[in-house]
């Protein structure tokens, strides 16, 4: 299968694969943290530290979306395909 299809394209293919493992380990470690800080201790220093927690885990988890997509969310289609639309 790989000798039909260039190396870019399986390296292409692979890297949405991993980022997309990445973007499910952002979400299960944003709930890991919210559970934890809700059942062990929610004290207004433990829900500010998990403010911060999230939102670095959802800049990191929208910069790696658009880096996959090659777009922002709000864009329809890939970019070839606007392209020649315009």
Known sequence: MLL?????DAYQRYRKGLG???????????AA??????AISPTFASVGV???IVLVRTFLSFS???E?????PWQQGPPAARRRQA
């Open 20 to 30: 997309r493992a990445i973007l499910l380990g952002l979400e299960f470690l944003v």
């Open 33 to 38: 943290d919210i559970i934890r800080t809700v």
């Open 4 to 8: 039909r299809h260039p190396a870019h």
């Open 68 to 72: 996959l997509e090659g777009r922002w």
């Open 50 to 52: 998990l403010a911060v």
């Open 64 to 66: 790696l979306e658009v």
